[in-house]
T-cell receptor, first 114, second 112 residues
Framework: QKEVEQNSGPLSVPEGAIASLNCTYS??????FFWYRQYSGKSPELIMF????GDKEDGRFTAQLNKASQYVSLLIRDSQPSDSATYLC??????????????FGTGTRLLVSP | DVKVTQSSRYLVKRTGEKVFLECVQD?????MFWYRQDPGLGLRLIYF???????EKGDIPEGYSVSREKKERFSLILESASTNQTSMYLC???????????FGSGTRLTVV
């Protein structure tokens, strides 16, 4: 089983600050990377995905991928209290059948204080 | 928007009962998945299906089975529920040519 590691947190940031969430993965052959947000008592929702090295921006969110160092990060600019949630990193792992499964980290809890 | 519906939000079952968890998606997706989520362990894949009547074991299939008789419906079966199967169960589906999953709202199962 390939591993995806995240610091469980909580990561506390003040409103308006940049929150930086990090994830490392063990399978050097992984090609697809995802960030999910999960509010307490709710199911995960996809917020970003990235396949290539570098940065990918979507609104206040930026995903960063460094395959050589095997890490993925998520930056949230202008953090809002509504961003308080657990952020799950997921990595695509190819299977023998030719399909892909997602391997999830245990998540980082983000707290944004007003 | 894709809708993935899990029939029950909360379930309480007794040890030894046979339990059925149902999941329905409305977008004709071929790939469907069952995960369980536990504190400190994250989401772990139980089973997945890549087409009708096709299924593959995930990382923790012991004590579970699945059924996919129609494309839109993927059922998880606990053959004889045990207390260590108390968990949040999440169903997901994946559109073709897209890697990200859409999750259902989850079923919190308690086995007493």
């Amino acid at each position: 089983q390939k591993e995806v590691e995240q610091n469980s947190g909580p990561l506390s940031v003040p409103e308006g600050a940049i929150a930086s969430l990090n994830c490392t993965y063990s399978d050097r052959g992984s090609q697809s990377f995802f960030w999910y947000r999960q509010y307490s008592g709710k199911s995960p929702e996809l917020i970003m995905f990235i396949y290539s090295n570098g940065d990918k921006e979507d609104g206040r969110f930026t995903a960063q991928l460094n395959k050589a160092s095997q890490y993925v990060s998520l930056l949230i600019r202008d953090s809002q209290p509504s961003d308080s949630a657990t952020y799950l990193c997921a990595v695509g792992e190819p299977m023998n059948t030719g399909f892909q499964k997602l391997v999830f980290g245990t998540g980082t809890r983000l707290l944004v204080s007003p | 928007d894709v809708k993935v519906t899990q029939s029950s939000r909360y379930l309480v079952k007794r040890t030894g009962e046979k339990v059925f968890l149902e999941c329905v998606q409305d977008m004709d997706h071929e790939n469907m998945f069952w995960y369980r989520q536990d504190p400190g362990l994250g989401l772990r894949l139980i089973y997945f299906s890549y087409d009708v009547k096709m299924k593959e074991k995930g990382d923790i299939p012991e004590g579970y089975s699945v059924s996919r008789e129609k494309k839109e419906r993927f059922s998880l079966i606990l053959e004889s529920a045990s207390t260590n199967q108390t968990s949040m169960y999440l169903c997901a589906s994946r559109p073709p040519q897209v890697d990200g999953y859409t999750f259902g709202s989850g079923t919190r199962l308690t086995v007493v």
